[in-house]
Nanobody, 128 residues
């Protein structure tokens, strides 16, 4: 039973960068799916990025973060990263990592319903 654990959150000035980490412990699959989600104050949870952790796995980004954020994976360590660059106030929120056995090819966006195993979240705050 996978247990995602996020780390790396904190405060950053607008235009700055942060890198989040998601360690997926207790996972038995050699190939699996990891997604990043976020929820700002008084906002709905939204998908940020998704990666299929296998060689040549497909990556998806939300339009709001494409060309600014980079998702990557170290499959040997079972860690997924979210590099966040050129951040702005809209990036403020609680960031969650989620995992499951598959990335569904039918999904064209990062959907929370596709994931069963969730971390507790890590807070990201962007200031002016």
């Amino acid at each position: 039973r996978p247990q995602p654990v996020e780390s790396g959150g904190g405060s950053v000035q607008a235009g700055g960068s942060l890198r989040l980490s998601c360690a997926v412990s207790g996972i038995t699959y050699s190939e699996y799916c990891v997604g990043w989600f976020r929820q700002g104050p008084e906002k709905q949870r939204e998908g940020v990025a998704r990666i299929y952790v296998w060689e040549g796995g497909k990556i998806l980004y939300a339009d709001t973060v494409k060309n600014r954020f980079i998702i990557s994976a170290d499959s040997s360590k079972k860690v997924v990263y979210l590099q966040m660059n050129n951040m702005n106030g809209d990036d403020t929120g609680m960031y969650y990592c989620a995992a499951d056995a598959y990335c569904y090819s039918s999904s064209s966006s990062v959907e929370a319903v596709d994931f069963d195993y969730w971390g507790q979240g890590t807070q990201v705050t962007v200031s002016n």
